[in-house]
């Protein structure tokens, strides 16, 4: 079973770029089929997808944070990150990394148990 | 706001069953079969609990079940027990995108 684990600050200043990362286990981010992504939670609301990156370079963001947004894979690590740029304190929530398997990407059958991260001076 | 609709909370005595909905339009929850709910327990990973609708993943309880008609899913937590409370999130594939509900809040009285 893949088991993922964010990790990076908790607090960053607004128009800072915010760097997180989720290290994976139980499954390599290289093989093919399965798409790795970041979503959040802001306080109190709803889920929001962020992104994904797959085949270890392709990748697809929410067209709403698309500007913002970069994610990367660490294939020497097993790792993939997020950058975040241009925060301002609606960026504040909980993030996870998730996976999801197969020829696309439809559901989340695995995530991290997120990261709080604050924007804020 | 969120992209779908949920209520925000729901509960129901244990052994009861409880019903949460999901409403969205034809261009997500309406247009495809690719609904899923996630079960949150603050501090622990999100669970997935159904997929494309009515398919439980390996471990969830036959409990749990997932349907849909038109532009609105829905979760259905029979002969609920008190682990069942936490957050339910509903979840669309909408075309080159994701998107989530605003959560419901399940309380078992």
């Known amino acids: 079973q893949v088991q993922l684990q964010e990790s990076g600050p908790g607090l960053v200043k607004p128009s800072q770029t915010l760097s997180l990362t989720c290290t994976v286990s139980g499954g390599s981010i290289s093989s093919g089929g399965y798409f790795w992504s970041w979503i959040r939670q802001h306080p109190g609301k709803g889920l929001e997808w962020i992104g994904y990156?797959?085949?270890?370079?392709?990748?697809h963001y929410n067209p709403s944070l698309k500007s913002r947004v970069t994610i990367s894979p660490d294939t020497s690590k097993n790792q993939f990150s997020l950058k975040l740029s241009s925060l301002t304190a609606a960026d504040t929530a909980v993030y996870f990394c998730?996976?999801?398997?197969?020829?696309?990407?439809?559901?989340?059958?695995?995530w991290g148990q997120g990261t709080l991260v604050t924007v804020s001076s | 706001q969120s992209a779908l609709t949920q209520p925000p909370s729901a509960s129901g005595s244990p052994g009861q069953s409880v019903t949460i909905s999901c409403t969205g339009t034809s261009s997500d929850v309406g247009g495809y079969n690719y609904v899923s709910w996630y079960q949150l327990h603050p501090g622990k990973a999100p669970k997935l609990m159904i997929y494309e609708v009515s398919k439980r993943p390996s471990g969830v309880p036959d409990r749990f079940s997932g349907s849909k008609s038109g532009n609105t899913a829905s979760l259905t937590v029979s002969g609920l027990q008190a682990e069942d409370e936490a957050d339910y999130y509903c979840s669309s594939y909408g075309g080159s995108t994701l998107v989530f509900g605003g959560g419901t809040k399940l309380t078992v009285l």
């Open positions: 998730a996976s999801c398997s197969g020829g696309s990407c439809h559901h989340f059958e695995n």
């Open positions: 990156i797959y085949y270890r370079v392709s990748t």
